[in-house]
């Protein structure tokens, strides 16, 4: 079987996790990633990083991601929201991500939690940074 360049990013970076910082260092960094507002095509890939990035037991309140459904849900009711969502893609296969979810009463809804991740082998070289400033771009203009 032939994967594509995205999914093989993503084999890499479960094995990265799997092995350590040997493989995170072989593998490409921030070159050709870019950052976009998520979309419905972005669902299962953003599944991924954020299962991958879960799993990690260390950063996020959840253990292992949402089921797919669940997670797709997610996505779906942020984009019908107008909540930010973007995330850092190569080719296809998400890399990163950031979301703000607005506070539920209108009372507070210029408030929200803020969420984000990024695979392991692209920290550190300032995609968070990106991530974030898409995202206050968006709410300064929203
Ligand atoms: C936290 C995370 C999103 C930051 O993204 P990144 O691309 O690695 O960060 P950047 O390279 O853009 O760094 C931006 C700034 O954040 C700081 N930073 C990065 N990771 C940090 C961390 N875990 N704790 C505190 N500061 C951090 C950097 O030092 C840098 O500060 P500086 O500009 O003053 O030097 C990313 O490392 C990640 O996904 N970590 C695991 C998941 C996680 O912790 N998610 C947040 C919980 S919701």
Redesign the pocket.
Same mark, same amino acid.
């Given at each position: 079987m032939r994967f594509g360049a995205g999914l093989r990013h993503v084999c890499l970076e479960y094995l990265a996790v799997c092995e350590g910082d040997l493989v995170a260092a072989m593998t490409p960094k921030t070159s050709g990633i870019s950052v976009e507002p998520i979309t419905a095509a972005h669902i299962d890939s953003f599944h991924r990083a954020l299962d991958l990035?879960a799993r990690?037991k260390?950063?996020?309140?959840m253990l292992e991601a949402t089921p797919l459904l669940q997670t797709r849900a997610f996505v779906t009711g942020m984009i019908a929201k107008g909540n930010p969502q973007f995330v850092a893609v190569i080719g296809e296969e998400v890399v990163?991500w950031?979301d703000i979810s607005r506070h539920f009463f209108p009372s507070h809804a210029h408030r929200g939690k803020?969420?984000?991740?990024?695979?392991?082998t692209? @920290?550190?070289?300032?995609?968070? @940074?990106?991530?974030?400033s898409r995202e206050s771009s968006k709410r300064a203009s929203s």
């Open positions: 990035v990690e260390k950063y996020l309140s990163g950031c803020l969420g984000m991740g990024i695979l392991p692209y @920290r550190g070289q300032a995609l968070g @940074r990106k991530l974030i």
